[in-house]
């Protein structure tokens, strides 16, 4: 199979190249390169549109498709398995379910078995990869950081953070439209941070397809 040449100037500048005919061409990329994927984030699409005064249409409305929330745990709360940090499993339990009960109370549709506590980092080490560093980042630049510290030494009656560690957890979601989940999705953050559950958002994503 031979691979198409196309370039981002006759997408923009020929009526020919639809939304389907650009998938088609990725594809067509895909199976002549053995790539698993296209790496497509430097592209800038809007580049040729902006040169000729044209505008991307939207064809569907602004939509969410996961979540990524926060909390804190005491070292006591982890364990290790084969050299991987994990949460105890049954506090992991608890909060995947107490997770799913608020999403689904505030009519936040969630994926079928799409809760999940993806990463456990400590708080103040500077080792691990560079998904554990963007995390420890994002969190210690969050506005209401003290709040949180705050309540993690009220919580496991500490007088500072030694022994914290991070727990992430990813949210699939059933493609929610962005203005009809944040009124919900404000609503299930203030649960999530009732009594000594404490979950935080650390990150969602956004997508709009053009």
């Given at each position: 199979m031979q691979s198409q040449t196309l370039k981002l100037e006759d997408?923009?500048?020929?009526?020919?190249?639809?939304?389907?005919?650009l998938t088609e061409w990725f594809i067509l990329e895909n199976l002549y390169n053995s790539n698993l994927l296209t790496d497509i984030r430097g592209i800038q699409y809007n580049?040729?549109?902006?040169e000729k005064k044209q505008k991307l249409i939207p064809l569907t409305p602004m939509f969410c498709d996961n979540i990524m929330l926060f909390t804190i745990v005491g070292q006591e709360q982890t364990h290790r398995r084969n050299n991987v940090l994990l949460l105890q499993e049954e506090l992991c339990s608890i909060y995947n379910t107490l997770i799913r009960k608020?999403?689904?109370?505030?009519?936040?549709?969630?994926?079928?078995?799409?809760?999940k506590c993806k990463k456990v980092i400590a708080y103040n080490n500077k080792g691990g990869?560079?998904?554990?560093?963007?995390?420890?980042?994002?969190i210690k630049k969050l506005a209401h950081l003290q709040k949180i510290i705050d309540n993690y030494k009220r919580i496991y009656n500490k007088s500072n953070l030694e022994g914290a560690h991070i727990c992430t957890y990813k949210i699939e979601l059933a493609d929610e439209v962005i203005e009809d989940l944040l009124p919900r999705l404000e609503t299930a953050l203030k649960q999530l941070r009732e009594g000594n559950n404490l979950f935080y958002i650390l990150d969602f994503d956004i997508i709009l397809f053009c």
């Open positions: 997408i923009f500048n020929n009526d020919k190249y639809t939304a389907s005919k580049k040729y549109a902006l608020v999403f689904k109370d505030n009519k936040i549709r969630v994926v079928s078995h799409s809760v990869d560079k998904y554990a560093g963007k995390i420890r980042e994002s």
